[in-house]
Protein backbone atom coordinates (compact mmCIF):
# COMPACT_ATOMS: atom_id res chain seq x y z
CA UNK A 1 0.00 0.00 0.00
CA UNK A 2 1.38 3.27 -1.11
CA UNK A 3 1.99 5.54 1.69
CA UNK A 4 1.74 9.33 -0.47
CA UNK A 5 0.09 10.96 -2.61
CA UNK A 6 0.71 13.16 -5.47
CA UNK A 7 -0.80 16.82 -5.54
CA UNK A 8 -0.58 19.78 -7.83
CA UNK A 9 0.82 23.17 -6.49
CA UNK A 10 -2.71 24.73 -7.62
CA UNK A 11 -4.26 22.66 -5.47
CA UNK A 12 -2.99 23.09 -2.24
CA UNK A 13 -1.38 26.53 -2.68
CA UNK A 14 -0.20 27.19 0.87
CA UNK A 15 2.64 24.64 0.36
CA UNK A 16 4.45 27.13 -2.11
CA UNK A 17 6.99 28.29 0.90
CA UNK A 18 7.69 24.82 1.43
CA UNK A 19 7.98 23.26 -1.91
CA UNK A 20 10.36 26.21 -3.45
CA UNK A 21 12.62 25.71 -0.09
CA UNK A 22 12.57 22.14 -1.13
CA UNK A 23 13.48 22.18 -4.73
CA UNK A 24 16.08 25.08 -4.02
CA UNK A 25 17.98 22.75 -1.87
CA UNK A 26 17.56 20.09 -4.24
CA UNK A 27 18.72 21.57 -7.41
CA UNK A 28 21.19 24.74 -6.06
CA UNK A 29 18.90 26.96 -7.91
CA UNK A 30 17.64 30.13 -6.60
CA UNK A 31 15.29 30.16 -4.05
CA UNK A 32 13.38 33.04 -5.57
CA UNK A 33 13.35 31.29 -9.05
CA UNK A 34 11.24 28.62 -7.60
CA UNK A 35 9.26 31.43 -5.88
CA UNK A 36 8.71 33.56 -8.96
CA UNK A 37 7.32 30.88 -11.12
CA UNK A 38 5.25 28.84 -7.94
CA UNK A 39 3.82 32.75 -7.92
CA UNK A 40 3.19 32.34 -11.44
CA UNK A 41 1.68 29.03 -11.42
CA UNK A 42 -1.05 30.15 -8.80
CA UNK A 43 -2.08 33.15 -10.63
CA UNK A 44 -3.63 30.31 -13.31
CA UNK A 45 -3.15 32.55 -16.19
CA UNK A 46 -1.34 29.68 -18.28
CA UNK A 47 -0.95 26.18 -18.02
CA UNK A 48 2.80 26.98 -17.88
CA UNK A 49 4.54 27.15 -15.47
CA UNK A 50 3.33 24.34 -12.79
CA UNK A 51 4.69 21.97 -10.30
CA UNK A 52 3.81 18.57 -8.58
CA UNK A 53 4.73 17.43 -4.95
CA UNK A 54 4.86 13.76 -4.01
CA UNK A 55 4.11 13.83 -0.12
CA UNK A 56 4.15 11.74 2.50
CA UNK A 57 1.69 13.03 5.34
CA UNK A 58 2.92 16.82 5.44
CA UNK A 59 6.41 15.72 4.26
CA UNK A 60 7.78 16.48 0.31
CA UNK A 61 9.40 13.10 -0.89
CA UNK A 62 9.23 14.06 -4.34
CA UNK A 63 8.34 16.46 -6.81
CA UNK A 64 8.85 18.02 -10.17
CA UNK A 65 7.43 21.47 -12.41
CA UNK A 66 6.99 22.13 -15.51
CA UNK A 67 8.39 25.45 -17.17
CA UNK A 68 9.19 27.15 -20.81
CA UNK A 69 12.88 26.54 -20.57
CA UNK A 70 15.06 24.53 -18.36
CA UNK A 71 18.24 26.44 -18.54
CA UNK A 72 19.35 25.07 -22.17
CA UNK A 73 20.18 26.67 -26.00
CA UNK A 74 16.85 25.32 -27.41
CA UNK A 75 14.04 27.65 -26.90
CA UNK A 76 12.17 26.10 -29.52
CA UNK A 77 11.96 22.91 -27.05
CA UNK A 78 9.30 23.80 -25.07
CA UNK A 79 8.17 23.33 -22.21
CA UNK A 80 10.27 21.29 -20.42
CA UNK A 81 9.47 19.06 -17.52
CA UNK A 82 12.29 20.16 -14.59
CA UNK A 83 13.43 19.37 -11.62
CA UNK A 84 12.42 15.63 -11.12
CA UNK A 85 13.94 14.46 -7.77
CA UNK A 86 12.50 11.88 -5.54
CA UNK A 87 14.27 11.78 -2.06
CA UNK A 88 16.81 8.53 -1.62
CA UNK A 89 14.25 6.49 0.90
CA UNK A 90 11.29 6.67 -1.14
CA UNK A 91 13.05 5.55 -4.63
CA UNK A 92 12.54 2.37 -6.74
CA UNK A 93 8.46 2.54 -5.33
CA UNK A 94 7.40 4.09 -8.51
CA UNK A 95 7.02 8.26 -7.24
CA UNK A 96 9.20 9.15 -10.36
CA UNK A 97 6.76 7.43 -12.42
CA UNK A 98 3.63 8.07 -11.08
CA UNK A 99 5.01 12.41 -10.75
CA UNK A 100 5.87 11.81 -14.70
CA UNK A 101 2.21 10.21 -15.74
CA UNK A 102 0.57 12.67 -13.55
CA UNK A 103 2.38 15.42 -15.55
CA UNK A 104 2.41 14.13 -18.57
CA UNK A 105 -1.74 13.55 -18.37
CA UNK A 106 -2.66 16.99 -16.55
CA UNK A 107 -0.21 18.92 -19.48
CA UNK A 108 -2.12 16.86 -22.32
CA UNK A 109 -5.32 17.52 -20.05
CA UNK A 110 -4.61 21.35 -20.80
CA UNK A 111 -3.99 21.04 -24.49
CA UNK A 112 0.32 20.49 -23.92
CA UNK A 113 0.76 16.98 -25.78
CA UNK A 114 4.37 17.88 -26.09
CA UNK A 115 6.58 17.78 -23.16
CA UNK A 116 10.60 18.00 -23.07
CA UNK A 117 12.72 17.17 -20.58
CA UNK A 118 16.78 17.85 -19.94
CA UNK A 119 18.66 15.13 -18.41
CA UNK A 120 22.38 13.42 -17.98
CA UNK A 121 20.37 10.27 -16.92
CA UNK A 122 20.09 7.39 -19.69
CA UNK A 123 18.08 4.91 -19.71
CA UNK A 124 15.80 5.91 -17.17
CA UNK A 125 12.65 8.29 -18.66
CA UNK A 126 12.34 5.40 -21.25
CA UNK A 127 11.05 3.38 -18.78
CA UNK A 128 7.79 5.75 -18.46
CA UNK A 129 7.16 6.48 -22.38
CA UNK A 130 10.08 9.46 -23.43
CA UNK A 131 12.31 8.86 -26.11
CA UNK A 132 15.97 10.43 -26.47
CA UNK A 133 15.27 13.58 -28.65
CA UNK A 134 18.29 15.29 -29.38
CA UNK A 135 21.85 16.64 -27.58
CA UNK A 136 21.29 20.13 -26.27
CA UNK A 137 23.73 22.23 -24.07
CA UNK A 138 22.93 23.67 -21.09
CA UNK A 139 23.40 27.21 -19.98
CA UNK A 140 27.01 27.04 -18.98
CA UNK A 141 27.43 23.72 -19.35
CA UNK A 142 30.76 22.41 -20.93
CA UNK A 143 29.49 19.08 -22.10
CA UNK A 144 26.32 18.52 -24.23
CA UNK A 145 23.09 16.93 -22.19
CA UNK A 146 20.09 14.40 -23.49
CA UNK A 147 17.00 16.06 -24.30
CA UNK A 148 13.99 13.59 -24.27
CA UNK A 149 10.90 13.85 -25.36
CA UNK A 150 7.53 13.21 -24.20
CA UNK A 151 3.81 12.84 -26.77
CA UNK A 152 0.56 12.32 -25.05
CA UNK A 153 -0.94 9.29 -26.66
CA UNK A 154 -3.84 9.94 -29.10
CA UNK A 155 -7.61 8.31 -27.45
CA UNK A 156 -8.31 5.05 -28.79
CA UNK A 157 -11.92 6.58 -29.24
CA UNK A 158 -10.94 8.87 -31.80
CA UNK A 159 -12.27 6.14 -34.92
CA UNK A 160 -15.10 7.89 -35.78
Not at 127 to 153: N, Q, T
Request: hydrophobic share 35%; proline share 4%; with cysteine.
Amino acid sequence: MKSYKIVKLTDQPGRKEQAANWFSQKWSVPLSAYQESMSEALSGDSPVPQWYLALDKEEIIGGLGVIENDFHNRRDLAPNVCGVFVENPYRCQGIAGELLSTVCDDMAAQGIETLYLLTDHTSFYERYGWEFFCMVRGDGEPEMSLMYIHKAKKGLQDTD
